[in-house]
């Protein structure tokens, strides 16, 4: 019986022969990597006018450029009639106006135009307001110009998940079609004052660029789009290979007229001609259905063949067939092997790096060998890093939620952007969060370390952010206020235990409502220790690099760099003004054009609370919010030595929970409101060990 892999592998065979004939006789056929098909040629003779190229051997391996001023060529298509080039981005500075022509081809580039099917235009920035039009160009003379894309791209941090899954949706980035036959366009940009402050995605600039772009390269959802986004908004993408297709036509004759003429170029047999749709004026050839190769070569068109003209040659593609059938699965096999192999080195090397860096910060080296856990299982506890597995993210990485072997849920946190940063960081909140054992703090199990940075798997917290619940949409009611004041007492609990409990005093540096996670009870567990530092017993404090979010940082340690555990009330009572006000400090911008925080402060000295506190807690809470309002002010001190412990925080906020109604709390209670001079008086004096045994007296734990 004769084998049915015979004819396929002959198909095959023949088809790769017709692919060979796309030169002219003696003609360059190759460059590089790259096809030189006629009618393009490198050299007198092989190629028609206009399709000249030129191969440049000076790079290793060689590039193809178009004519000897044109784009870097990376693939010409034949059947398609295209060109894929090497595409330019352009730059504009943030702050400055501007009205510039962009030249996407040099004047003398023809016949070749944008291919308006297979391109966009791309802008790539935050904080403006720009508009591209048409200009008259020799390709569509007497056009009038005309506004074909505009665009403002929001900037919010909130949206940055957007870009995480890749592609284009306005979050710090637009898009839009191009029109037919464009070769270079105006753009007008505006630059917004109002957002040069304004959160944004933590890789976009504050800056623009411009491109025209192939659409399937730049709506590509790999892993290195949030790179593209970032190289762009900042104007370095010159390490970019950004491609863009050109449309071409032989000449500006219709298929009627060109075949009357000596050079219609659809010369090979079982060729035809097409009038061209992608642009104004020219014609193009193809091979007719069945066929194969270049219709503008003699007998370039190719059809497989349909039969054998002898034993002879069956014994022959039966003999190449199942040599190279054999070749093809023995490469198959070593590619597996190497693959695996390579891969096994790789998780060697980086466990040996990480087991390291973490050995040397952790002071019980045991706690490191009981916390590891393998790549393998983490991939089969998160379907392979499935995007459907994300629970959320921050600026130190994302998080999945993962079903282990013993199918008890966790939650694990993987970097995107690999930099030693990152990996310093990761291991720093390892090294922290395996000392720590708190209720209010969000349980570390481990980490695997056979990854460049470090994979690290909590607690798995089923109820999202407190920024997620206080911040609802429309009528919806947000957090109840004893919720909200438990909840506040929570966090100002892990951060005593952190700052004076823990061997070593730990300052979280990002407090903010996005770190604090909630269980199916509400209770609070704080997260996100990336940033953390900790500071020996005998120390006040260290002067380290900033690190934190806009507006809940310490402007004391913004302009110091010196961290203490000070640094932690400050944003600790920002995020008291979030709760009792539910309004977002890094976004928040008052009538009077000042902040959150400042304008906060003012009504309370100004007896004015009402005009800013949130109704749902007026009506809840009675006076309560009132007495945490003192409380937020007086962690929001600008010089850190005014401010309170968290210990002392604590113990106030656990008065107010048990709402006791004797006289001596009352008594107590207007002591350490004379004393903190809230209302009545300014006062720089920090509080002492004495006054917080005194306060721990009455307010038992």
């Given at each position: 019986?004769?084998?049915?892999?015979?004819?396929?592998l002959?198909?095959?065979?023949a088809t790769?022969a017709?692919?060979?004939?796309?030169?002219?006789?003696g003609?360059?056929?190759?460059c590089?990597?790259?096809?030189?098909?006629?009618?393009?040629?490198t050299?007198?003779?092989?190629?028609?006018?206009?399709f000249?190229?030129?191969?440049?051997r000076?790079?290793q391996?060689?590039?193809?450029?178009l004519?000897s001023d044109?784009?870097?060529?990376l693939?010409?298509?034949?059947?398609?009639?295209?060109?894929?080039?090497?595409?330019?981005?352009w730059?504009?500075?943030?702050?400055?106006?501007?009205?510039?022509?962009?030249r996407?081809?040099?004047?003398?580039l023809?016949?070749?135009v944008?291919?308006?099917?297979?391109n966009?235009?791309?802008?790539?920035?935050?904080g403006?307001?720009?508009?591209?039009?048409?200009?008259t160009?020799p390709?569509?003379p007497?056009?009038?110009a005309?506004?074909?894309?505009?665009c403002?791209p929001?900037?919010?941090a909130?949206?940055?998940?957007?870009?995480?899954?890749?592609?284009?949706?306005?979050?710090g980035?637009?898009?839009s079609?191009?029109?037919t036959?464009?070769?270079s366009f105006?753009?007008?940009?505006?630059?917004?004052?109002?957002?040069a402050?304004?959160?944004r995605p933590?890789?976009?600039a504050?800056g623009?660029?411009?491109l025209t772009?192939?659409q399937?390269?730049?709506?590509d959802r790999?892993?290195?789009?949030?790179?593209?986004?970032s190289?762009?908004?900042?104007g370095?993408?010159?390490?970019?290979v950004?491609p863009?297709?050109?449309?071409w036509?032989?000449?500006?004759?219709?298929c009627?007229?060109?075949?009357?003429?000596s050079d219609?170029?659809?010369?090979s047999?079982n060729?035809?001609?097409?009038?061209?749709?992608?642009?104004a004026?020219g014609?193009?050839?193809?091979?007719?259905d069945?066929?194969d190769?270049?219709?503008?070569v003699s007998d370039?068109?190719?059809?497989p063949?349909?039969?054998v003209g002898?034993?002879?040659?069956?014994?022959m593609?039966?003999?190449i067939g199942m040599?190279?059938?054999?070749l093809?699965l023995?490469?198959?096999?070593?590619?597996?092997?190497?693959?695996?192999?390579?891969?096994?080195?790789?998780?060697e090397?980086?466990f040996k790096?990480?087991?390291?860096?973490l050995?040397?910060?952790?002071?019980?080296?045991?706690?490191?060998?009981?916390?590891?856990f393998?790549?393998e299982?983490?991939?089969?506890?998160?379907?392979?890093?499935?995007?459907?597995?994300?629970l959320?993210?921050?600026?130190?990485g994302?998080?999945?939620?993962?079903i282990?072997s013993?199918?008890?849920v966790?939650?694990?946190k993987?970097?995107?952007v690999?930099?030693?940063?990152?990996?310093?960081e990761?291991i720093n909140e390892?090294?922290i969060?395996?000392?720590?054992?708190?209720?209010?703090?969000?349980?570390?199990?481990?980490c695997?370390?056979?990854?460049?940075?470090?994979?690290?798997?909590?607690?798995?917290?089923?109820?999202?952010?407190?920024?997620?619940?206080?911040?609802?949409?429309?009528?919806?009611?947000?957090?109840?206020?004893?919720?909200?004041?438990?909840?506040?007492?929570e966090?100002a609990c892990?951060?005593?235990?952190?700052?004076?409990?823990?061997s070593t005093?730990?300052?979280?540096?990002?407090?903010?409502?996005?770190n604090?996670?909630?269980?199916?009870?509400?209770?609070?567990?704080?997260?996100?220790?990336?940033?953390?530092?900790?500071?020996?017993?005998?120390?006040?404090g260290?002067?380290?690099?900033?690190?934190?979010?806009?507006?809940y940082?310490?402007?004391?340690?913004?302009?110091?760099?010196?961290l203490?555990?000070?640094?932690?009330v400050?944003?600790?009572?920002?995020m008291l003004?979030?709760?009792?006000?539910?309004?977002?400090?890094?976004?928040?911008?008052?009538?009077?054009?000042?902040?959150l925080v400042?304008h906060?402060?003012m009504?309370l000295?100004?007896d004015?609370?009402s005009?800013?506190?949130?109704?749902?807690?007026?009506?809840?809470?009675?006076?309560?919010?009132k007495?945490?309002?003192a409380?937020?002010?007086m962690?929001l001190r600008l010089k850190?030595?005014?401010?309170?412990t968290?210990?002392?925080?604590?113990?106030?906020?656990?008065?107010l929970?048990?709402?006791?109604?004797s006289?001596?709390?009352?008594?107590?209670?207007?002591?350490?409101?004379t004393?903190a001079?809230?209302f009545?008086?300014?006062?720089?004096?920090?509080?002492s060990?004495?006054?917080?045994i005194?306060?721990?007296?009455r307010?038992?734990r």
């Amino acid at each position: 019986m004769r084998s049915p892999v015979v004819p396929l592998l002959l198909a095959q065979l023949a088809t790769g022969a017709a692919a060979a004939n796309i030169a002219l006789a003696g003609c360059e056929s190759k460059c590089g990597d790259v096809d030189v098909p006629y009618p393009f040629g490198t050299t007198y003779g092989c190629h028609r006018t206009g399709f000249k190229v030129t191969c440049d051997r000076s790079y290793q391996p060689p590039r193809l450029f178009l004519q000897s001023d044109g784009p870097e060529v990376l693939a010409i298509s034949i059947r398609n009639s295209t060109v894929r080039v090497r595409a330019t981005a352009w730059s504009f500075a943030a702050g400055n106006n501007s009205d510039a022509r962009v030249r996407v081809l040099p004047t003398n580039l023809r016949p070749y135009v944008l291919s308006a099917a297979r391109n966009s235009l791309v802008l790539v920035g935050c904080g403006f307001q720009a508009a591209a039009r048409t200009a008259t160009t020799p390709s569509r003379p007497g056009a009038a110009a005309a506004t074909f894309g505009s665009c403002a791209p929001s900037c919010s941090a909130d949206e940055e998940q957007k870009l995480r899954r890749g592609g284009c949706h306005g979050v710090g980035c637009c898009e839009s079609p191009i029109p037919t036959g464009l070769t270079s366009f105006r753009v007008q940009f505006s630059w917004q004052e109002k957002n040069a402050t304004a959160p944004r995605p933590a890789w976009v600039a504050l800056g623009a660029s411009v491109l025209t772009v192939e659409q399937e390269w730049w709506r590509d959802r790999d892993n290195v789009f949030a790179v593209k986004m970032s190289l762009l908004s900042s104007g370095n993408a010159a390490g970019l290979v950004i491609p863009a297709v050109l449309d071409w036509t032989l000449n500006k004759s219709s298929c009627a007229a060109a075949a009357k003429r000596s050079d219609y170029g659809c010369v090979s047999r079982n060729s035809e001609c097409l009038n061209s749709t992608s642009s104004a004026y020219g014609y193009v050839c193809r091979c007719n259905d069945g066929y194969d190769g270049n219709p503008y070569v003699s007998d370039g068109c190719q059809g497989p063949r349909t039969h054998v003209g002898s034993g002879v040659y069956f014994a022959m593609g039966f003999g190449i067939g199942m040599s190279l059938l054999l070749l093809v699965l023995a490469s198959i096999f070593a590619t597996k092997r190497l693959k695996i192999r390579r891969a096994r080195k790789k998780r060697e090397y980086f466990f040996k790096q990480n087991h390291g860096l973490l050995l040397r910060q952790l002071v019980d080296k045991d706690i490191a060998e009981k916390m590891i856990f393998s790549l393998e299982e983490l991939e089969k506890a998160t379907n392979m890093f499935d995007d459907a597995r994300i629970l959320g993210g921050g600026g130190h990485g994302t998080v999945y939620k993962g079903i282990l072997s013993n199918q008890h849920v966790v939650a694990i946190k993987k970097s995107i952007v690999v930099i030693q940063k990152e990996i310093d960081e990761f291991i720093n909140e390892v090294a922290i969060l395996s000392q720590i054992n708190h209720r209010n703090v969000v349980k570390l199990f481990g980490c695997c370390l056979e990854t460049e940075v470090p994979l690290l798997v909590y607690e798995f917290i089923p109820n999202g952010t407190l920024y997620a619940h206080l911040h609802v949409e429309g009528s919806q009611k947000s957090l109840p206020w004893k919720d909200r004041l438990r909840i506040a007492f929570e966090v100002a609990c892990s951060l005593a235990y952190l700052h004076s409990a823990a061997s070593t005093s730990v300052v979280h540096r990002d407090i903010k409502t996005s770190n604090i996670l909630l269980d199916d009870r509400l209770t609070a567990k704080v997260s996100d220790f990336g940033a953390s530092r900790g500071i020996a017993i005998d120390q006040s404090g260290v002067t380290t690099g900033v690190q934190g979010t806009h507006g809940y940082m310490d402007p004391e340690y913004y302009h110091t760099r010196r961290l203490t555990d000070k640094s932690d009330v400050y944003s600790y009572g920002v995020m008291l003004v979030e709760l009792l006000t539910r309004k977002k400090p890094s976004m928040y911008l008052s009538p009077e054009g000042v902040s959150l925080v400042a304008h906060f402060v003012m009504l309370l000295n100004q007896d004015k609370l009402s005009e800013i506190l949130d109704e749902q807690i007026m009506e809840e809470g009675e006076e309560k919010p009132k007495q945490v309002a003192a409380i937020a002010a007086m962690c929001l001190r600008l010089k850190g030595e005014d401010r309170p412990t968290m210990r002392y925080v604590e113990m106030r906020l656990q008065g107010l929970q048990k709402a006791r109604r004797s006289n001596r709390h009352h008594i107590v209670g207007q002591y350490v409101t004379t004393r903190a001079g809230f209302f009545r008086e300014e006062t720089s004096r920090q509080f002492s060990m004495e006054e917080e045994i005194m306060l721990s007296a009455r307010y038992p734990r």
